[in-house]
């Protein structure tokens, strides 16, 4: 079964195309990306702009294009918090729609953290033990905690790289002053809901998915994404915490000369470094591993879940 996840997120939208069947590991085929930062397309009031609306038709149309050519089966679309929380969220699903056919489902944050979860376990496995999550994501960070497939908590928190950029961030490179402020304010944030995780007991392992995690790991000596998703890689909070003054004075042609980190994401590094650092020391983490699984793949597997549980014979 070729099944197609488009994701539509604060930063890209992005269509993963997979090989999937129940019980199995799905198989990665056609991965089709295009930067939107529909984030960085609202009006004053919130809203997305005709420009984001008329931008956002066009690149869901060319993906939704791709998934038919691709001979995809069952396209799951959604949209994060992006459009999640845009004062005009109904009419832009309304038209996206009515323009291209595609109904994206608009995803909570705690859906988020918990579909994310669901496939940094099946990633990790059980012997992992109980397990915390951290994504950054363009709009949002997505925090899980537990030890089975369902998280005993998931949260999400206004912490996304892309959105803190646009709000604390217009120098380039920033002012002092600015980076300063924003770090109080993150780790405010996170401080609110360090008791909520921390009373569940001690993870065994923690894991950080999304490109601002794979990106910091990078930067900070992990192997390249060329050595294939079974080399771990880690990012340690001491290795980060040296790193960060020097990403604050740089700016953001300065840091995507740093490898792999792509002109489209330089400017928010700094902002996900800070989130990410936050966390870590917060939630008491010296390090982490990088997962290469997140939200698409959780959406996948979930969809295979149901199908399985609806095939599956009474008494097997």
């Known amino acids: 079964m070729r099944l197609g996840v488009l994701d539509v997120g604060s930063n890209t939208v992005h269509l993963l195309v997979a090989d999937a069947h129940p019980g199995t590991r799905p198989l990665p085929a056609v991965s089709h990306k295009a930067a939107l930062r529909l984030a960085e397309l609202l009006d004053e009031h919130g809203a997305i702009s005709e420009e984001g609306v008329a931008r956002l038709v066009t690149t869901v149309a060319e993906a939704a294009e791709v998934a038919e050519d691709q001979g995809v089966q069952d396209l799951l679309a959604f949209a ?24 994206l489902e608009v995803l909570s944050g705690e859906d988020e953290a918990r579909l994310t979860f669901l496939a940094a376990r099946r990633w990790c496995g059980w012997s992992a033990g109980r397990l915390l999550l951290l994504d950054i994501g363009g709009g949002s960070l997505e925090i899980a905690h537990g030890p089975d497939e369902r998280p005993d908590t998931a949260l999400s928190l206004p912490l996304g790289a892309g959105r803190l950029t646009g709000a604390w961030l217009p120098g380039d490179p920033p002012e002092q002053t600015d980076v300063r402020a924003l770090r109080r304010r993150v780790r405010t944030e996170i401080a609110r809901v360090v008791g909520e995780v921390h009373r569940l007991g001690r993870p065994d392992r923690v894991v950080g998915t999304s490109k601002t995690f794979r990106q910091l790991a990078r930067i900070t000596g992990a192997a390249r994404s060329a050595e294939g998703p079974y080399v771990r890689r880690r990012l340690r ?68 879940d149901r199908l399985d549980r609806l095939d599956r014979p009474r008494f097997a």
């Not at 994060?80 to 595609?102: F, I, M, P, Q």
């Not at 800070?274 to 979930?302: H, K, S, Y």
């Open 237 to 304: 909070r001491a290795t980060l915490t040296e790193e960060l003054p020097h990403l604050a004075g740089m700016t953001a042609a300065e840091r995507a000369e740093l490898p792999g980190v792509p002109e489209s994401r330089a400017r928010q590094l700094l902002a996900g470094a800070l989130v990410a650092e936050a966390a870590m020391d917060l939630f008491q983490v010296d390090e982490l591993e990088i997962c290469p699984w997140a939200l698409r793949e959780g959406v996948l597997l979930d969809r295979l």
């Open 80 to 103: 994060t918090s992006a459009v999640r929380e845009a004062g005009n969220a109904g009419r832009v699903l309304t038209r996206v729609a009515e323009d291209t056919g595609v109904k």
